[in-house]
């Protein structure tokens, strides 16, 4: 596989990262190693939950209006690229709750609302492979890309009546991030090679749409 | 062979907005009337589910009333599914989508029309289901019945709503009615967590004003729905 100047870039940002992640960054007090797993989930959850899906909401708005089939490329390689993310999150996070809540799963605001932007993510990919026509399958999957980000603040709303057991942000809130500095500097990186890695990565499927679609359209 | 009769053709002013909503609603509403074979099938299904569902659980442990919402709610969202994937299959065979949409008929007008069918629909299962979940579950609804239909509507708006919008999409696509559900029933949560919520408060005997912040979830999914929906629908169609 070739890389490309930015996947050379992410990929050495990423293995840097982690390697400063386990060996040069402190334990937490009451949690010891497990902690370890925030620098995997909290970054992922960031690419998948926020920066994909808003991506893929803000190109199927603008495909809607423009009609360019660029915009349904960056669509698709987002939701896709964004499953991926969403669905370590869910890997992680259930592999760090269960030391030390004591269960891998609880119905929790954070958790459900996770899920079910996966199963929406989901949805989108397998509505895409469902229709050969370009132009109505890049329709359809914008009009559910619009709806699932409208749906948001509703799960969340509607489990907020369930009491939260998932801790607030740590880095992403109003005030100073509640943790020593060794641990904020490798989150905050983590965060960096994440979103590094989410734009190669989006950048490959991109190219690889293209070539797909000008392989179909050269067969038709 | 027998005189023919000339008749003086009829001029008729095509219908407004409203008109045409209201005439495609009563055309989906006549098909299912005259063949009844979606509705029946949906109304044995929430028969059958309200039986399997009570021997689910062991009842000396689950108090029924207990049980009553949940299966309540489960009825409603499947035998919804059943009827919002009839909405645009029954379109399906002889291509009368083409037709409609040839007529000079709003497209937000047959997305509406078909929503207030499908919302006649959902609303003739509750009206059977509701009853019978009352009687056989041994749950008296009397003191709080209407605050239940309450509940019960505007749910049903808000399911009907992302529906009927993803059965339009689900017939033009090669999974047909196996992908409305899984384009559906994450869309349905939302509806469904509040509903069955305030359901149960009410059914324990709780004081309406307890449930007013479901009601006023479920309102606002009704209205941001409803109204992005209508507005979507013409790009789910051929264009």
């Known amino acids: 596989m070739k890389f490309s100047k930015l996947g050379v870039v992410a990929v050495i940002a990423v293995i840097g990262v982690y390697i400063r992640a386990i060996y040069f960054t402190p334990f937490d007090a009451l949690q010891g190693p497990a902690q370890k797993i925030l620098y995997v989930h909290a970054p992922s959850a960031w690419v998948g939950l926020y920066l994909a899906f808003g991506l893929v909401f803000i190109t199927s708005v603008l495909y809607l209006w423009l009609k360019d089939p660029k915009l349904d490329r960056v669509a698709s390689s987002s939701a896709e690229v964004g499953f991926v993310f969403t669905s370590v999150v869910l890997i992680t996070g259930p592999l760090w709750a269960k030391p030390i809540w004591g269960a891998y799963w609880t119905w929790d605001a954070r958790l459900t609302l996770t899920l079910f932007l996966w199963f929406i993510y989901a949805g989108y990919i397998i509505l895409r492979g469902a229709i050969d026509d370009f132009e109505m399958r890049a329709r359809f999957s914008a009009v559910l890309g619009i709806l699932g980000a409208l749906l948001v603040p509703f799960i969340h709303l509607s489990v907020y009546f369930f009491r939260t057991m998932h801790p607030m942000p740590v880095l992403l809130k109003p005030s100073a991030p509640s943790m020593p500095s060794d641990m904020v500097i490798t989150l905050v990186s983590a965060f960096c090679a994440l979103t590094l890695l989410y734009a190669w990565l989006l950048h490959e499927r991109y190219l690889l749409a293209t070539e797909r679609d000008a392989a179909l359209e050269g067969r038709s | ?239």
């Open chain 2, 1 to 239: 062979m027998p005189p023919s009769t000339r008749v003086a053709p009829v001029h008729r002013r095509a219908p407004g907005f409203v008109g045409s909503t209201l005439a495609i609603a009563r055309k989906d509403t006549l098909i299912e009337l005259r063949s009844r074979s979606v509705i029946l099938s949906a109304l044995a299904f929430a028969v059958l589910a309200i039986t399997i569902f009570f021997f689910a659980w062991d009842p000396t442990a689950v108090a029924s009333i207990d049980l009553a919402p949940g299966v309540l709610w489960v009825i409603f969202t499947f035998s919804g599914l059943l009827g919002l994937h009839r909405s645009f299959g029954v379109e399906q065979p002889t291509r009368a989508m083409d037709a409609l949409l040839a007529a000079p008929v709003d497209r937000e007008a047959i997305y509406l029309g078909k929503l207030i069918a499908n919302l006649a629909f959902v609303i003739v299962v509750q009206a059977i289901s509701l009853p019978a979940v009352a009687l056989l579950y041994n749950v008296p609804i009397g003191g709080y019945m209407w605050p239940l239909i309450g509940v019960v509507l505007l749910a049903s708006v808000g399911l009907v709503a992302v529906g009927t919008l993803f059965s339009s999409m689900a017939v033009s696509t090669r999974l047909a009615e196996l992908l409305l559900p899984l384009l559906a029933l994450p869309f349905f949560v939302p509806v469904i967590l509040p509903a069955a919520q305030a359901t149960a408060r009410l059914m324990n005997g709780r004081a309406v004003s307890e449930v007013s912040g479901y009601l006023s979830i479920l309102a606002a999914f009704d209205v941001v729905f409803l109204v992005v929906c209508t507005l979507l629908y013409p790009y789910t169609l051929e264009q």
